[in-house]
């Protein structure tokens, strides 16, 4: 590799590979500057006071911990958040809990609103952060929790104890390449890696690009046991057992095209390294007319299914969009039209769009019967269709066989008249069942592109 | 089952099934007549006597056996078939063999032409009877035969000497159910039953119902070895070892479709006999405006290949359309197109008749990948396509996946320009080659009508 004169970057450029030139100029854009660093510490420590102070004047008796990258020095530049858990003791009763954990909460963040998780907590603003402060309760270990968020602090400890400066360097160099190719956050939209599991991959291999090289040759199922303690098996392709609980895998979230992602831009960055990959170039939104070019240009029948997005927040929305993209998709299939991509996009309304190879089928469709040999089979199908309005039944190498009257032809009036017959989401079952969205075909789709430029952009330039 | 009055049969009808009912009547349209029987007879005498002067003339050291049904009764009302065999010593040279046949044929034919078959042999005309007259070898039994034809005297003699009159009767039932139904005849447009099976079938179950009644039963591979001397297995859906060949199956071109036929036609004609069965009415053929209008009906595509038949025997003609037609059933399959039916018919031109879901396709065809993780696979994936035109690759679950230009959008196109790639008989692909060929597609297709009104009249009414 041939080594470059890059002006600024603080180290003598002509030592450096490509690689440590590209991953020393995404270090100087994602590593928190000292001002930044000095600012959120002296935040985090009044917030905390604040904390404690609330706990003395509400006589309870509980201890508080700082989480969550900013307390780990793995957050990238520009991160603004500070996590808080109060700990309380681990026979308090669950109510007494939640109503200590919103009281203490609303006194330290009183323009603060709550949020529910496996119990609910607040989320507030202090000094420009946003913060969120999650009661839990203090267990011996992190087997014996009674709720999910008991097992952060367990989490904490075991990172602060273990990454130097070094590897948190090297979290956020991670970070950033995972937020760069879309791979970031184990919310159920993204159903990436988690900043928990970053930073436990960058532990387990050493390094960013120690990590790159690994993933760059992972055979899914791939198993790492940091603390080689799992007892249980897993599906996921990727299990990475956690180091506080032998039964559970932080990568469960993970969905098989992400590992494929990781995968292939570790290769990419590792034999072409290029700053664009941490941080790519937003598409230019596509108009109504790119969208008619592009579907004119492929040849394809498009179909959108339209309605109002749900009231959900994104967790449930876009699980929810996914099991109805994939109904619809399965409902054509099985009426006879072939697939050939599929997307839900959502924003104030979503869509389940569907492009096929053709939007119209014939009026007959085939139906193979059985072998004529046999018998108790045979002819209940020949006696079955001798007397319908059907071309048929005949013979076709040993089996019987009709053509008949296919019950929808085209893909609209699919979508107008079936929907309801497959499986969707529990909220879009309900707006398909009170009629509540509508269908656009072909060019009629084009209106999308308003508000879904962007996302047209990268369904038709995919390349990662 | 219901007993029917039948006048003019001749048996008491009260007493018969309708079964016996429908077969009576069907007996006295294909028994020969007394008048038919002793003319034939006659016939056969003068004619065997006009071979054995002629051997005396030439001096010729051979006997002559009469074979075929007309030898052993089971012909059919109107059959006027007469084959003279005319045995010559084993260790006769080959060419004199040869030129001593034909010598006796065109003497004993004197309007007759050479035909050939293993070897040269006379066809023509006596007394207004169709003579086959064919020199063969005497061998001391079936397993030492030099060509095919030494074999039907044995055949001959094993029949004569087991068919009764009344299993010789119902041999003439089955053959005419047979025709009926198109499943008679083992030359390889048909490849449905010989003479010779059909009396095998008859004499090994016991009669035409008994027949039908196995049939109707059949799981193939049904294996039938009358003499119990079977020595080899095969691959057939029907297998009759030959009484007098324990290594041939009789049945060997029966195809799957003609023994699913005669199984469908069994258990009908058990079910609900009807003499039609027997003499099914010729469908009324189709015009132009009857096949444009069934291809409306059933809104799919319809592609033809046209082309000058080929000089050859229905023997040779036959498979080389079946195989052609496969051929390009199989290459407009690969191309992605979607092939609900296909046929292939004779007159002065022969046409390959494909009728598709679709004509037209996209401009894109998806094209899936390796997985990700198969890394040299996966990377050579990427790199031969990362600066080609083509959508992708991207990665859909753990695969690549490009969408590239489709190579032919239209069935027309893919006849007009890719033809020669497929797999076709050997005179049709010369054809093709030479570009001697048209296509018509959709609507051009009516003007098959003429002349293959009555094909394509089964072709959309198809019921068996």
């Known amino acids: ?123 507030g603003s202090f000094e420009g952060y946003d913060v969120d402060l999650v009661p839990c309760y203090r267990v011996a270990d992190a087997t014996k929790i009674q709720s999910a968020v008991d097992r952060t602090p367990f989490h904490n400890a075991y990172l602060v104890e273990r990454l130097t400066e070094d590897l948190a360097a090297d979290v956020r160099l991670f970070k950033q390449f995972l937020k760069g190719i879309g791979a970031y956050g184990s919310d159920l939209r993204t159903r990436g890696f988690s900043g928990y599991l970053t930073e436990l991959l960058v532990l387990e291999y050493g390094g960013f690009e120690e990590a790159l090289d690994a993933a760059a040759n992972w055979h899914p199922q791939v198993v790492l046991d940091p603390e080689d303690h799992g007892t249980r098996e897993f599906d996921d392709p990727l299990v990475v057992i956690d180091p506080t609980d032998p039964e559970r895998n932080v990568a469960a979230v993970v969905s098989p095209e992400q590992v494929a992602r990781v995968q292939h831009y570790a290769r990419r960055l590792l034999a072409d390294p290029r700053e664009d990959v941490f941080f790519p170039e937003e598409p230019e939104p596509l108009t109504p007319a790119d969208v008619e070019r592009h579907l004119a240009r492929r040849g394809t029948s498009a179909l959108a299914v339209r309605f109002e997005t749900p009231d959900l927040v994104e967790d449930q929305l876009y699980p929810q969009l996914r099991r109805s993209r994939e109904g619809l998709v399965r409902g054509l299939e099985d009426a006879g039209f072939d697939v050939l991509r599929s997307a839900a996009w959502a924003d104030d309304v979503s869509i389940l769009f569907v492009e096929l190879a053709s939007g119209t089928l014939p009026a007959i469709e085939r139906h193979d019967g059985p072998p004529v040999h046999v018998e108790e089979h045979a002819t209940g199908f020949y006696d079955a269709y001798a007397n319908e309005d059907v071309y048929g039944p005949f013979i076709d190498g040993d089996r019987y066989v009709v053509e008949r009257e296919r019950e929808t032809r085209t893909a609209v009036a699919f979508a107008d008249e079936r929907l309801p017959e497959v499986a969707l989401g529990a909220r879009v079952a309900s707006l398909v069942e009170d009629g509540e969205y509508d269908v656009l075909a072909d060019e009629e789709v084009a209106v999308l592109a308003e508000p879904f430029g962007a996302a047209f952009a990268r369904y038709f330039d995919p390349t990662p």
């Open 1 to 123: 590799m041939q080594a470059t004169f890059f002006p600024g970057v603080g180290v003598n450029a002509a030592d450096m590979s490509d690689f440590e030139a590209v991953t020393s100029r995404v270090r100087e854009r994602v590593d928190p500057t000292t001002a930044e660093r000095e600012r959120l510490r002296d935040a985090a420590d009044r917030l905390v006071s604040r904390v404690e102070d609330a706990l003395a004047d509400l006589d309870v008796d509980a201890d508080v911990v700082r989480v969550g990258s900013t307390a780990r020095g793995t957050w990238v530049r520009g991160d603004r958040d500070i996590d808080v858990f109060v700990r309380f003791d681990a026979d308090l009763p669950r109510e007494d809990l939640e109503r200590l954990g919103l009281a203490v909460g609303n006194r330290v963040l009183p323009d603060g609103h709550e949020e529910y998780a496996e119990h609910p907590y607040v989320k």
